[in-house]
């Protein structure tokens, strides 16, 4: 390949989008119909940019074989170079006009029912947004604001805090127990030794609310050895509906269940102060138009009762 040319325009951040995503999907067919091209124009796109660059990027075996030490090196800057350009056509277009696009926001599962609430306020206040949700771990949600796939998150902020981020706290978040109405019977006042003596389904340890449990309970000397782990709360609700398993979920979970007559809920004992759950942006500079408004309107959201106040 010839040597490395300056940068010039002919490097379209066209083509470094078809190498974000063919390593996203790590299938030359997938990445094609994700950038809406035919394959061989994906290639073509991917082959330029080689040549501009006169370095080979991806590893080739008959098909995708991973990136060479090359694109390795490359892919934190094609990331940043297509969210800057993202950004720019964004604050060119809404210099003077509303704020349109599509608003990339990550969830940890145990904030899914604020996402209305903020989804809401956002297209109220933007209604040329449309809004794409996705679930995912706070460790996720971290890499993914880092990598710029992501605008904003919505994930915990104190327990093992999300770095480089900018935060606006929503709510408190506290536990609740939730079992059948003809299931596991349960005491009526709650310890914390009659918890972990319960037959339980809970989330699994790489799930943050199931690490912060874990956290609470160590502290007074126990653990809870869970029957059934799922990553989902639908999962631990469809479980518990069965009458053989209890669960512990956020308390902002609770009027979810309401109507539901085979649900019933107990507090937990108490462990002090709730879990902060807060809208994140990452922290870099200049921050793009779609991160500022989410923060903006995360500041002034208000939030129904069932989310406990920080």
């Known amino acids: 390949m010839p040597l490395y040319q300056p940068y010039s325009k002919e490097m379209q951040t066209r083509l470094v989008e078809y190498f974000l995503a063919l390593e996203r999907e790590g299938h030359f067919g997938r990445a094609a119909a994700l950038c809406h091209v035919s394959q061989p124009t994906l290639s073509a796109g991917i082959a330029t940019l080689e040549t501009q660059l006169g370095k080979r990027l991806i590893r080739r075996d008959r098909k995708y074989a991973g990136l060479t030490p090359e694109g390795e090196a490359i892919l934190p800057w094609a990331r940043q170079l297509v969210a800057a350009a993202e950004a720019l056509g964004q604050a060119a277009e809404t210099a003077r006009g509303p704020l349109k696009g599509e608003l990339r926001l990550g969830a940890i599962p145990a904030a899914m029912p604020a996402i209305g609430c903020l989804a809401t306020a956002m297209l109220d206040r933007h209604p040329g947004l449309n809004i794409s949700v996705r679930a995912l771990t706070s460790r996720q949600i971290e890499r993914e604001l880092a990598a710029f796939e992501l605008d904003a998150g919505i994930t915990y902020l104190d327990f093992e805090p999300p770095a480089h981020a900018l935060s606006v706290p929503l709510y408190a978040e506290r536990a609740m127990l939730v079992s059948a109405a003809h299931g596991v019977p349960i005491p009526a006042v709650l310890d914390w030794a009659d918890l972990a003596s ?113």
Not at 242 to 259: F, K, N, V, Y
Not at 278 to 295: E, K, N, T, Y
């Open 198 to 310: 319960l037959p339980l389904c809970l989330l699994h340890q790489g799930m943050q609310n199931r690490r912060i449990l874990d956290a609470r309970l160590a502290e007074r000397g126990l653990a809870l050895r869970p029957l059934v782990t799922a990553d989902s709360y639908v999962a631990l609700l469809g479980l518990v509906q069965q009458g053989r398993l209890c669960s512990i979920i956020p308390d902002s979970h609770a009027a979810l269940l309401d109507g539901l007559r085979w649900a019933r809920t107990a507090p937990l004992p108490d462990m002090g102060e709730g879990s902060r759950v807060g809208v994140i942006v990452s922290d870099s500079a200049p921050m793009g138009p779609l991160a500022q408004a989410v923060l903006a309107v995360a500041r002034g959201l208000s939030l129904p009762p069932g989310f406990g106040s920080i």
